[in-house]
């Protein structure tokens, strides 16, 4: 079951509350690892240890007259911690905090997104397997194409998610990273042992070279793998929304009961769900073209990239949390109507079975340009008359002399467009 979604669990990663509390635990672990060096007093360490804490307002109080946020912090921990205070933060600078607990949020809210594609490819690939050969009529141009099957579409989706899953893995890893390095990354007043020692313990690894700041390429990729899967939410969405169309009707989002979709129109049922993961991919998406500009910073640090942060991450991971589960809410209830499909692939005459023909008659001796001509032919008038195209091509004398009687009729066959199916769930799949 997709789990419902909480604008909590995401929001919470944003909140100052888990921002300090981060922020303390580095401070502290930073403590420990200079006690362990000797760089300061055993005694003080285990004071921030015991002792530390911090008070939201207290902490904003003092950043009215500072205006500076990490200071702020310190002074609030230091009044909850005493004398040993003073051994607090040595040699550090404050994006050894910022940074470091950036990435420490950003790992979380990656594990959120994971488990959110979980239970997303989760419902794909159950609803995939359901109508697995269920066919339904492929479109390019929003125009009727060849045949292909509900299942494999839903399975094309799958396969997407299951890349956008493997960029945010490795996306996640590229931003794992802590940075207690000093003013401009050198180590002068901070052994690199410390720093060490902190990414050890919040699960991140050392940032091999960096300036005052993590370097930003990291958080670039990050935010273009957000990028990506929500475009392939949007890509789902667009499909759904196109099905639930009252001309083709194949498939339309659960209408709850209760629910209404007009205030003017009591028989509207509307793809709102659809069409507001639409929307939210564009929220997403925004933050991948700040995140790249981030990059460029002046020498070893200037803090344009700063604020830009503070906003477009809450934001993109809130958005991309709620697309995800909303989607996968959707599939999961998804309404599929197959007899509609069937009717789909049968409205225009069977005229989607003209390749067939074409490659038979071409297979049969006749020129390709000459085949084609005589195949188009019959489509169009078809298309336009609403005759069968089947019963069009074999009154053709042209067509009865190149193909043996009965044949063409072999070339109708909807079974032969749904061939490998098996095959293209086994490289997405898998054997099982």
Known sequence: ???????AGMAAIWEPANRYRIWLEIETLAAEAMAE???????????????????????????RETHHDVIAFLTDLASHVGPEARFVHQGMTSSDVLDTCLAVQLTQAADLLLADLDALLAALKRRAVEHKMTPCMGRSHGVHAEPTTF????????????RGRKRLEAARADVAVAKISGAVGTFANVDPGVEAY????????????????????????????????????????IEIRHLQRTEVREAEEYFEPGQKGSSAMPHKRNPVLSENLTGLARVVRAAVVPALENVALWHERDISHSAVERVFAPDATIALDFALARLGKIIERLVVYPDAMRRNLDRLGGVIHSQRVLLALTQAGMAREDAYRLVQRHALAAW????????????????AKTLRAGELARHFDLDHHLKHVGTIFRRVFGES
């Open 1 to 7: 079951m997709i789990p419902r979604y909480s604008r």
């Open 37 to 63: 060096m000797g760089t300061i007093p055993r005694a003080a360490a285990k004071a921030v240890r015991e002792r530390g804490r911090f008070d939201i307002a207290r902490i904003d109080e003092i950043e």
């Open 151 to 162: 299942g494999l579409k839903l399975a094309g989706h799958y396969a997407a998610f299951a």
């Open 198 to 237: 902190v990414a050890e313990k919040l699960g991140l690894s050392p940032e091999p070279v960096s300036t005052q700041v993590v370097p930003r390429d990291r958080h670039a990729h990050f935010f273009a793998a957000l990028g990506v899967i929500a475009s392939s939410v949007e890509n789902l969405a």
């Open 384 to 399: 336009d008359t609403g005759r069968d195209f089947q019963a069009l091509l074999a009154a053709d004398p042209e067509v």
